[in-house]
């Protein structure tokens, strides 16, 4: 078969590129796969602890439960591949299991570069607010499960699907412009029956905001059979449709929330996180709540 003039030119002036693509995506795959091997046996959380791993924060929807090693989190910036400072657990199929890793240490303020650990030098993301004063803490996401986002996205919305055994929705859908923010919503919605001490669980304990919560959590709970009866018999304008009902119970949850913040000037530190969340994408600013 006979290439034409134009085709032959291109193929001559991108081959180069496209083969480095390829060798930097193969680098990748291999960077991952230690990632992973190095978790191998850390996949529960008995053998996290026994590891000298131990959890914070609670469950965060998008993100599981953090276990930080403090020992590895104590070398700083001489950060290594197969020693993740962090692990992240999650729960599928109605147990607590390892969903991804965290790269992780204290830099001081004013200290911008960042370990290369992988091709392409994915992001690191700062959080400030969970460093002693003069540093802040960078961290590096690597996920172990499917993420929509990418192996290095700062939130997996899948993880709120799992937590109530549902299948989460293709990743290609979280792209559009308005299924995705929906989906996020959703995943965001389930969440809160699948870990009701809430998103923000002094919010959340707070009359009458407790109250509220309650009802919409039981309006979630009627909602999950709705998704479950759809996945089954890939029915997507009934995934559709129960996916709309729960964008509506994000918006009252949303607000309950907001009503339930005593100091109005923190009012819109906690709108602008969940606004934050729901965007989401790697230029999303990453908080933890």
């Known amino acids: ?35 992973q091997a190095a978790t191998r046996t850390l996949t529960s959380t008995t053998a996290a602890h026994a590891a000298g791993f131990e959890p914070v924060f609670g469950w965060i929807p998008t993100m599981g439960v953090h276990w930080v090693s403090n020992e590895r989190m104590a070398k700083g910036k001489n950060v290594q591949l197969a020693e993740p400072a962090q692990l992240m657990f999650s729960p599928i199929a109605g147990r607590d299991s ?6 992780a240490y204290l830099a001081p303020v004013g200290d911008s570069t960042r370990p290369a650990l992988f091709a392409g030098s994915p992001p690191w993301h700062e959080h400030p607010n969970l460093a002693p004063p003069g540093y802040t803490l960078v961290m590096l996401h690597v996920w172990l499960v499917p993420s929509p986002e990418g192996p290095f996205a700062g939130h997996n919305h899948n993880l709120p699907f799992w937590a109530v055994g549902l299948t989460p929705p293709n990743a290609d859908r979280l792209r559009d412009s308005v299924q995705g923010p929906r989906i996020r919503k959703t995943a965001f919605v389930l969440a809160e029956v699948a870990d009701t001490t ?29 998704f479950a009866r759809a996945d089954s018999a890939k029915d997507r304008r009934g995934w559709d449709a129960a996916a709309q009902r729960a964008e509506s119970l994000w918006e009252a949850f949303r607000q309950t929330y907001l009503d339930a913040v005593l100091v109005p000037a923190r009012r819109p530190g906690v709108e602008r996180l969940m606004d934050d969340m729901i965007r989401g994408g790697d230029e999303v600013p990453h908080r933890h709540p």
């Open 198 to 226: 809430g998103l923000f669980p002094v919010l959340a304990a707070r009359e009458p905001a407790r109250t509220y919560l309650r009802a919409l959590r039981d309006s979630v709970r009627a909602l999950i059979p709705s």
């Open 1 to 35: 078969m006979r290439l034409n003039a134009s085709r032959t030119l291109a193929l001559l002036l991108f081959a180069p590129e496209l083969g480095a693509q390829d060798a930097s995506a193969t680098i990748l795959d291999q960077q991952i796969r230690t990632a």
């Open 98 to 103: 390892l969903v991804g890793a965290a790269y």
